[in-house]
């Protein structure tokens, strides 16, 4: 038949002219069922599946229709083949496609569509055919094709063949795997070590035990910030008994001067980290260590002798000091009256000068080095200025013998008043005009300009002498002052290190056997807690026998608690117990005392100012009150009112707590390499629970810190470890540092196995993942849960995760179908095809039938 058409331009002739093979009415509907079911599709993998359609599928362009249709309403699939079998009616087709896509298929089918054949009367290059729906038969017209096709489904089965496990077997799309094959699949020859294979439900367990550890860790990364919040309400008083603490300590005394700057002639860090050494060894009463001590016993000493020689020096330095001042005021007068013979002042200038580079400990004070220095440059520039004024007037082969002057040849004393003049040029802001011939003439007075340039100079140089002489302390008091008044504890603790010293001679001479008595000796009179033992005794507070042994023994485990440096928050209960039972005794002492007619108030108020007693009263009050703040903290509900967000509270993350270990309760009883054969029930568990991580993770990640209040710094490294202050606040930000960079890691991982999972295979290389789970388990086994200070449940859920994870580590195991075997496994393998059935029913939708 000869294609009709008419002169007026046809809607349909224009989509063959276009080259369609569908009408806009069929591509929009093919394109809504396509979004419908998009998100199903993305979630699923690509199966094989045959499909026999039966319906008005022969001979009218069946075959043509579901090519066309299925490769535009397809995300992921396609038609693999096609055959027709018209002694049966039915056309057979095979597909790749998700289960989603071939029932979306069916269903489009079995709407009646209308193909037109185009063949003869049609512009070259155009389309022949055209699929159109039903409804637009009437846009036909005048416009004839060579023949019209009538076609839809009323009956079609699915049988989808079987992906997945068979006992130990690996079964894709109904063939039992080998090496050879899944090396095909995955693009690789062969895959050679049979275990480096993973299936996608291997992969889930994965994947939902390491989003289950970055829970864990997120968990764990939001307990520290509240802890560093509670730790930064808490770190005054936490200072504040730590300073009580010290100046409870054996050189207390000596550390307040050595260890600050306040007095330059004091300061020593060297000799205070020295005693601080001793001291901790002597506090813990670990006296059979002392002999390991010895270095650092014999550098105090040594240290404290170069204190003692600073003082010296320092004390000489005046002396010169006070010389040069008269010398410089000589001088001074001279110059004001214009007087040229400077011979004298510059002689005993250049002897003092020539002394003061003599002193070598003032000269190399880390403290005072610079401000020496530039002492000593000025004096020398005033120094060659006023050789240059002695020699400037002298005639040419004159002796002068006063002035020590030796004779020069022309030649050579030209030489050397041009390198002067040059020196002296470019140190001060002058110009010398020296002629090359000899001076014939005496010049009796100073230029003004010289004159001005001498002033300068002496200035400059009585400025820093001054800053030297008169050395101030940090609170502007005089330094050499506050220094000399220090004697008598630096003498003190210079006949404790000689005592010490002998005694560890004699030790390591096995001259003396006995360690503790003799240390002990040493150290009674500094002992803080023996002198208000002492002191209560002397008060008339201890009566008894039985109150000497009371109090003493209360003493020393007090002593032995405060000591245990860094201060242990484990102990801070105890401590409040031992102070508040000799804060009781005392107490019950003086009300007895009232009640016996003594005079109950003197001794309260000598005990009230005794600075041992107060300040373990003080130590007492600053630990309540840090046990108070912390309470105060978890009794709070939330701080997201807060301006800017830091931390949640501990209601809040106790909650997030009971969540996670509800999860882990479930994640203990979805194993899937414990339970291989049912690992399609696992692996929709494992789908289940990792959207219930990934709920309970949104929660925890809804707030954000700002840069102000995220830790994002290394801490300082020069801290004192033996001040719980410095150590725990390191230890939180360490370890919030650690946190967050390991959940960064675990989240680049994390987004990896979804780009696997997302390939929708049933199978994924172990070669290819290979550097992936290296890493990941270098992350893991390097993850210090001590560091991190996980509580006990935490850290076994944490491990219990790691270990699943790390079972994968070789991949998984499947055996290989030997010739023997075979008939009988592809007999199984049959027994599991998905047998799906769709059934058209006139005005009504297709139903589903499963068999």
């Given at each position: 038949?000869?294609?009709?058409?008419?002169?007026?331009?046809?809607?349909?002739?224009?989509?063959?002219?276009?080259?369609?093979?569908?009408?806009?009415?069929?591509?929009?509907?093919?394109?809504?069922?396509?979004?419908?079911?998009?998100?199903?599709?993305?979630?699923?993998?690509?199966?094989?599946?045959?499909?026999?359609?039966?319906?008005?599928?022969?001979?009218?362009?069946?075959?043509?229709?579901?090519?066309?249709?299925?490769?535009?309403?397809?995300?992921?699939?396609?038609?693999?083949?096609?055959?027709?079998?018209?002694?049966?009616?039915?056309?057979?087709?095979?597909?790749?496609?998700?289960?989603?896509?071939?029932?979306?298929?069916?269903?489009?089918?079995?709407?009646?569509?209308?193909?037109?054949?185009?063949?003869?009367?049609?512009?070259?290059?155009?389309?022949?055919?055209?699929?159109?729906?039903?409804?637009?038969?009437?846009?036909?017209?005048?416009?004839?094709?060579?023949?019209?096709?009538?076609?839809?489904?009323?009956?079609?089965?699915?049988?989808?063949?079987?992906?997945?496990?068979?006992?130990?077997?690996?079964?894709?799309?109904?063939?039992?795997?080998?090496?050879?094959?899944?090396?095909?699949?995955?693009?690789?020859?062969?895959?050679?070590?049979?275990?480096?294979?993973?299936?996608?439900?291997?992969?889930?367990?994965?994947?939902?035990?390491?989003?289950?550890?970055?829970?864990?860790?997120?968990?764990?990364?939001?307990?520290?910030?509240?802890?560093?919040?509670?730790?930064?309400?808490?770190?005054?008083?936490?200072?504040?008994?730590?300073?009580?603490?010290?100046?409870?300590?054996?050189?207390?005394?000596?550390?307040?001067?050595?260890?600050?700057?306040?007095?330059?002639?004091?300061?020593?860090?060297?000799?205070?980290?020295?005693?601080?050494?001793?001291?901790?060894?002597?506090?813990?009463?670990?006296?059979?260590?002392?002999?390991?001590?010895?270095?650092?016993?014999?550098?105090?000493?040594?240290?404290?002798?170069?204190?003692?020689?600073?003082?010296?020096?320092?004390?000489?330095?005046?002396?010169?000091?006070?010389?040069?001042?008269?010398?410089?005021?000589?001088?001074?007068?001279?110059?004001?009256?214009?007087?040229?013979?400077?011979?004298?002042?510059?002689?005993?200038?250049?002897?003092?000068?020539?002394?003061?580079?003599?002193?070598?400990?003032?000269?190399?004070?880390?403290?005072?080095?610079?401000?020496?220095?530039?002492?000593?440059?000025?004096?020398?520039?005033?120094?060659?200025?006023?050789?240059?004024?002695?020699?400037?007037?002298?005639?040419?082969g004159e002796s002068d013998s006063h002035h020590n002057i030796a004779h020069?040849?022309?030649?050579?004393?030209?030489?050397?008043?041009?390198?002067?003049?040059?020196?002296?040029?470019?140190?001060?802001?002058?110009?010398?005009?020296?002629?090359?011939?000899?001076?014939?003439?005496?010049?009796?007075?100073?230029?003004?300009?010289?004159?001005?340039?001498?002033?300068?100079?002496?200035?400059?140089?009585?400025?820093?002498?001054?800053?030297?002489?008169?050395?101030?302390?940090?609170?502007?008091?005089?330094?050499?002052?506050?220094?000399?008044?220090?004697?008598?504890?630096?003498?003190?603790?210079?006949?404790?290190?000689?005592?010490?010293?002998?005694?560890?001679?004699?030790?390591?001479?096995?001259?003396?056997?006995?360690?503790?008595?003799?240390?002990?000796?040493?150290?009674?009179?500094?002992?803080?807690?023996?002198?208000?033992?002492?002191?209560?005794?002397?008060?008339?507070?201890?009566?008894?026998?039985?109150?000497?042994?009371?109090?003493?023994?209360?003493?020393?485990?007090?002593?032995?608690?405060?000591?245990?440096?860094?201060?242990?928050?484990?102990?801070?209960?105890?401590?409040?117990?031992?102070?508040?039972?000799?804060?009781?005794?005392?107490?019950?002492?003086?009300?007895?005392?009232?009640?016996?007619?003594?005079?109950?108030?003197?001794?309260?108020?000598?005990?009230?100012?005794?600075?041992?007693?107060?300040?373990?009263?003080?130590?007492?009050?600053?630990?309540?009150?840090?046990?108070?703040?912390e309470t105060l903290s978890k009794k709070i509900d939330t701080f997201k009112?807060?301006?800017?967000?830091?931390?949640?509270?501990?209601?809040?993350?106790?909650?997030?707590?009971?969540?996670?270990?509800?999860?882990?309760?479930?994640?203990?009883?979805?194993?899937?390499?414990?339970?291989?054969?049912?690992?399609?029930?696992?692996?929709?568990?494992?789908?289940?629970?990792?959207?219930?991580?990934?709920?309970?993770?949104?929660?925890?990640?809804?707030?954000?810190?700002?840069?102000?209040?995220?830790?994002?710094?290394?801490?300082?490294?020069?801290?004192?470890?033996?001040?719980?202050?410095?150590?725990?606040?390191?230890?939180?930000?360490?370890?919030?540092?650690?946190?967050?960079?390991?959940?960064?890691?675990?989240?680049?991982?994390?987004?990896?196995?979804?780009?696997?999972?997302?390939?929708?295979?049933?199978?994924?290389?172990?070669?290819?993942?290979?550097?992936?789970f290296d890493q990941i388990t270098y992350l893991l086994s390097n993850i210090?849960?001590?560091?991190?200070?996980?509580?006990?449940?935490?850290?076994?859920?944490?491990?219990?995760?790691?270990?699943?994870?790390?079972?994968?580590?070789?991949?998984?195991?499947?055996?290989?179908?030997?010739?023997?075997?075979?008939?009988?496994?592809?007999?199984?393998?049959?027994?599991?095809?998905?047998?799906?059935?769709?059934?058209?029913?006139?005005?009504?939708?297709?139903?589903?039938?499963?068999?």
């Open positions: 038949m000869k294609t009709l058409i008419s002169t007026d331009k046809n809607y349909l002739y224009e989509l063959l002219k276009k080259k369609y093979h569908t009408s806009e009415i069929v591509r929009a509907q093919i394109a809504e069922v396509k979004e419908k079911t998009r998100e199903d599709v993305v979630k699923e993998s690509l199966k094989s599946f045959t499909v026999k359609f039966r319906g008005r599928v022969i001979d009218n362009s069946f075959e043509k229709t579901l090519r066309i249709i299925s490769k535009r309403l397809f995300n992921k699939g396609r038609v693999d083949s096609l055959h027709t079998f018209k002694e049966f009616g039915f056309v057979e087709a095979n597909m790749s496609a998700t289960p989603t896509e071939v029932e979306s298929l069916i269903q489009y089918l079995m709407k009646p569509h209308l193909v037109l054949h185009c063949k003869k009367g049609i512009i070259k290059g155009a389309s022949n055919l055209l699929i159109i729906d039903e409804s637009e038969q009437r846009q036909l017209d005048n416009f004839t094709p060579d023949y019209v096709h009538r076609n839809y489904i009323t009956h079609a089965e699915s049988y989808e063949k079987y992906t997945g496990r068979l006992d130990d077997y690996l079964v894709f799309n109904g063939l039992p795997l080998t090496s050879e094959k899944i090396g095909r699949e995955l693009r690789f020859n062969k895959i050679e070590t049979k275990n480096r294979v993973f299936t996608t439900t291997g992969l889930k367990e994965i994947y939902l035990n390491l989003q289950f550890i970055d829970l864990i860790l997120k968990l764990d990364l939001e307990q520290h910030y509240l802890k560093l919040r509670t730790f930064s309400s808490q770190e005054d008083d936490l200072k504040m008994v730590e300073g009580k603490i010290d100046d409870l300590g054996f050189f207390a005394e000596v550390f307040d001067h050595i260890a600050s700057k306040d007095n330059p002639l004091l300061s020593d860090e060297d000799l205070f980290l020295d005693l601080m050494r001793i001291e901790h060894i002597i506090e813990n009463n670990n006296w059979k260590a002392m002999p390991a001590y010895a270095g650092y016993v014999y550098s105090a000493v040594n240290r404290l002798n170069v204190q003692f020689k600073l003082l010296e020096e320092y004390s000489l330095f005046l002396t010169y000091a006070n010389c040069i001042e008269k010398f410089v005021a000589k001088l001074t007068k001279k110059l004001f009256k214009h007087k040229s013979d400077i011979h004298s002042e510059l002689h005993n200038l250049t002897a003092n000068y020539n002394e003061l580079k003599k002193l070598s400990l003032v000269s190399n004070h880390p403290i005072l080095q610079n401000d020496y220095q530039e002492l000593l440059n000025s004096f020398s520039k005033l120094l060659a200025y006023l050789d240059f004024l002695t020699i400037r007037g002298t005639k040419a020069l040849t022309e030649g050579s004393s030209n030489k050397f008043l041009n390198v002067m003049k040059k020196c002296i040029e470019s140190v001060f802001s002058v110009t010398i005009d020296i002629s090359t011939k000899p001076f014939i003439q005496r010049d009796h007075g100073l230029k003004t300009e010289e004159e001005a340039d001498v002033q300068k100079l002496i200035i400059k140089f009585n400025e820093n002498l001054e800053k030297l002489a008169n050395l101030k302390t940090a609170k502007g008091e005089d330094a050499f002052l506050e220094a000399r008044k220090c004697v008598p504890q630096l003498t003190n603790l210079s006949d404790v290190l000689d005592q010490l010293k002998e005694l560890i001679k004699n030790i390591e001479n096995k001259r003396d056997k006995d360690l503790q008595n003799p240390f002990k000796a040493i150290f009674a009179k500094s002992n803080k807690f023996e002198i208000l033992y002492r002191d209560l005794y002397d008060l008339g507070s201890i009566e008894t026998q039985l109150e000497q042994e009371s109090i003493h023994g209360i003493l020393a485990n007090l002593q032995k608690l405060l000591f245990d440096k860094p201060l242990k928050e484990s102990a801070y209960q105890e401590i409040i117990h031992k102070i508040s039972s000799l804060e009781g005794f005392v107490t019950g002492k003086n009300k007895s005392s009232h009640e016996k007619g003594g005079d109950a108030d003197t001794t309260t108020q000598k005990l009230n100012q005794n600075p041992v007693f107060k300040s373990i009263i003080d130590v007492k009050t600053g630990i309540q009150n840090i046990i108070e703040k009112d807060e301006s800017e967000f830091l931390s949640f509270s501990d209601k809040e993350l106790n909650a997030f707590l009971e969540r996670i270990e509800k999860l882990h309760e479930k994640l203990k009883d979805t194993c899937y390499y414990k339970n291989i054969a049912a690992f399609e029930a696992v692996e929709k568990n494992l789908d289940r629970l990792i959207g219930e991580v990934k709920d309970i993770e949104s929660h925890i990640s809804t707030y954000t810190r700002s840069k102000d209040k995220k830790v994002s710094r290394e801490p300082d490294i020069h801290i004192n470890y033996l001040k719980s202050s410095q150590l725990t606040r390191r230890n939180l930000e360490k370890a919030i540092l650690l946190l967050q960079n390991q959940i960064a890691q675990m989240h680049g991982f994390i987004h990896a196995i979804e780009n696997y999972l997302q390939r929708h295979s049933f199978i994924h290389s172990g070669v290819a993942t290979s550097v992936l210090d849960v001590r560091l991190l200070d996980m509580t006990k449940p935490i850290e076994t859920m944490f491990t219990e995760s790691v270990n699943t994870i790390f079972h994968y580590q070789v991949g998984e195991t499947f055996t290989e179908p030997k010739k023997e075997n075979i008939d009988e496994l592809m007999k199984e393998i049959e027994k599991r095809t998905i047998v799906r059935q769709y059934q058209n029913h006139e005005n009504s939708l297709p139903d589903l039938q499963l068999s």
